[in-house]
Every structure is written in C-alpha cells, then in structure tokens.
C-alpha cells in the first residue's frame, strides 16, 4: 500500500523568504506521479506542481520548484520569494501511473502562513 | 473553460436523513473522483467513475453510494447519515483514459454539516 507522509504539520515564513515543505512516500511502485497542492482558505484546492517519476530533472513552476529523489522516497517543495497569498495548507499527493486506481493519495498536509 | 462546480456548497442535515451532492466536470473530461476531508481523517478517497462505470472505490461503508450520467456529471448519496459525516466533501474531474496519467482538478467542495 503506500503512503504520503508531512512530518511538519505547520510552518511559518517572512515575506520575501524561502521555504522547504518536506514529504516523504513509500510505494512499491515504478511508474508514478507526485504533486503538491495548495488548499487556501477558501478550501479549493489548486495543483502547484508535479513531477512525474520517470524523469530525473526536478519540476518547476515559477516560485514553486521540487527536490525529488527517487531513491530515498523524498519530495520536497521549495517555495522562493514568499508571498501573502501562499499562505495555505498544501498537500502532497501521490498517484500510481497505469495501476488499478486513479485514486490520489495525500499526507495530512503542512499549514504555511506567510509572515508579512 | 468552466472549472468543476458543484452543488450544493452548503448542507445542514440531522441524523438519519440521507443526502444527495451534486458535481459537475469540466467539459469534455470524463473521469469524477470524490474526497472526504475531515480534520481527523485528512483527505480519503470515496470512488471513481469513468465512462459512468464506477473504477475504483475505497474504504467506506455501503452507506455511501455514487453515480455517472452520460453527460459525465456525478452524485454521490450517503443514507442514514452520522455526525461522523459532517465535512468537506470533494470532486475532482480528469480527463483520465490511462489511470493515473492525467491531473484531476478540483470543485469548490460540499461541506455537509450533520447535527
């Protein structure tokens, strides 16, 4: 079975600062996607990025880029130039590639508040 | 495009009674997912419907049951409602033909508040 793990339930970070939100999982899977997500306050959740397992090079999406290494399970986001509006829970989600499910799988998410 | 909707936003119910939501996808995707998310349990997957055939399921009770229409739109009902059913509830809509291989976006969620 897998599973998604956030071992850090809530993190806080000045404006304009970087932030590491970290995330493990652990699948017998080889083909594979993760993804971060971002829930506001609003509560719709909102695709921040997603890598996909097969490729080597880390994804990035403007402020947003991943640590992704396959080996150890890990799948951090990396948050440059904080803003106000990502303050948010985020999530970190894992889909198997070509398996029986389209079923994502999420850890129990980390709360990020940006500091002004 | 118009995103994911769904209806109601809002829901109070009591116990005992059952209760219909409502989601409709984005045009043309033909996969609808639903989440459960509560502050205990985080987000779980209900079930999954493709082509109105239901794909996938996950670990709930009977009490909780869906449906796809040919126009792709979804309903999930929950009988017999509990306090414990009280949260957000979730769809996600893909285009999907391979599992997995598309991303799935979000409705605004249902909260379902059961008193």
């Known amino acids: 079975a897998q599973t998604v793990t956030q071992s850090q339930p809530e993190m806080s970070v000045q404006e304009a600062e970087t932030v590491t939100l970290s995330c493990t999982y652990d699948?017998?899977?080889?083909?594979?996607?993760l993804f971060w997500y971002k829930q506001p306050p609003s509560r719709q959740m909102i695709l921040v990025i997603r890598?996909?397992?097969?490729?080597?090079q880390n994804a990035t999406e403007n402020r947003f880029s991943v640590n992704f290494q396959k080996a150890a399970k890990s799948f951090s986001l990396k948050i440059s130039d904080s803003q106000l509006g990502d303050t948010a829970m985020y999530f970190c989600?894992?889909?198997?590639?070509?398996?029986?499910?389209?079923?994502?799988?999420f850890g129990t998410g980390t709360l990020l508040a940006v500091q002004p | 495009k118009a995103g994911v909707t769904q209806t109601p936003r809002y829901l109070i119910k009591t116990r005992g009674q059952q209760v219909t939501l409502s989601c409709s996808p984005i045009?043309?995707?033909?996969?609808v997912s639903w989440y459960q998310q509560t502050p205990g349990q985080g987000l779980q997957f209900l079930f999954e419907?493709?082509?109105?055939?239901?794909?996938n399921k996950g670990n709930f009770p009977g009490r909780f049951s869906g449906r796809q229409f040919s126009n792709s739109r979804s309903e999930m009902n929950v009988s017999t409602l509990e306090l414990g059913d009280s949260a957000l509830y979730l769809c996600?809509?893909?285009?999907?033909?391979?599992?997995?291989?598309?991303?799935?976006?979000f409705g605004p969620g249902t909260r379902l508040t059961v008193l």
């Open positions: 419907y493709f082509s109105e055939t239901q794909r």
């Open positions: 989600a894992f889909i198997a590639y070509g398996g029986a499910t389209n079923k994502l799988i």
């Open positions: 890598q996909e397992a097969y490729k080597q």
């Open positions: 699948t017998s899977e080889n083909n594979y996607y």
């Open positions: 996600a809509s893909s285009l999907a033909p391979q599992l997995g291989s598309n991303e799935q976006f």
């Open positions: 045009s043309g995707h033909r996969s």
